[in-house]
């Protein structure tokens, strides 16, 4: 089916790029053959407000969208550099003009964004294209606020509560990178004996008499039931839904 636009034109710094930039990216998707990414701001040093650089920022974005979205830098997918211009809004809506010149010869092309505030007029700089408005899905973030958790002394998860996240994260090991090897870590109330948690590399097997599987402590002389199917911004395995099926079936 023909899509409505050939590309769909994305502008943003992306410092960093979260999940509402994802949000509307995948929008674009849907209505474009092709996204054209802009960053901005390639040329700054590091700041506060500009912490990563155009190669860290273009990483991110292309590791969010390849997997699993499926869509493929030079394909579905095009991330340009844009520097920034001070004082001078007509040398910077020129270059972006440009950009897009050297990306498609083709007219049938969208801008998309959202005007959350005053620092969104520069949608309304190119009106030879049709402007597509959406709301991003930003789950409650904002660069912004990224930006100042990621510099407190706390940290990003300062402040996160289980029920924030919807999901408890837990650790029984931690890899010593400079011995090498993992070090056990537990907790062993005093005050509640039942709380006591397994200590070192937890993981899965599965019991082949009673067909169920459980959770122990690593062994090198057990087969280990977890397969590793993402590992560094890369798919590891595959496996269809029937042979996930199959294998949920075991009880």
Known sequence: MKKKYDVAVFIGRFQPFHNGHLSVVLKAKEIADTVLIIVGSVDKPRTYKNP???DERKEMIEKSLRYPHGIEVGKDLVIRGNVDTIYNDTAWATRIQEI????TQRNNVCLI???KDDSSYYLDMFPQWHLEEVEAEEYGLSATEI?????????????????????AMKASAVFDRSRGE?????KDPIT??????????????????????????EH?????????????????SQST???????????
């Open 241 to 251: 839904f029937a042979e996930i099926r199959a294998r949920s079936n075991k009880k």
């Open 220 to 236: 090198t002389d057990k087969r280990d039931a977890l397969v590793t199917v993402y590992h560094n911004g890369f798919p590891q």
């Open 182 to 186: 993992w070090i056990g870590i537990a």
């Open 52 to 54: 990563f650089s155009f």
């Open 147 to 167: 930006r100042e958790k990621y510099f407190s002394e706390e940290g990003l998860f300062s402040g996160v509560k289980v029920d924030d996240q919807k999901f």
């Open 192 to 217: 509640d004996f039942g709380k006591k948690s397994k200590q070192g590399r937890v993981t899965c097997y599965f019991d082949e008499f009673n067909g169920s599987y459980y959770s122990d402590i």
């Open 100 to 103: 897009v010149s050297d990306t």
């Open 113 to 115: 964004g959202h005007k």
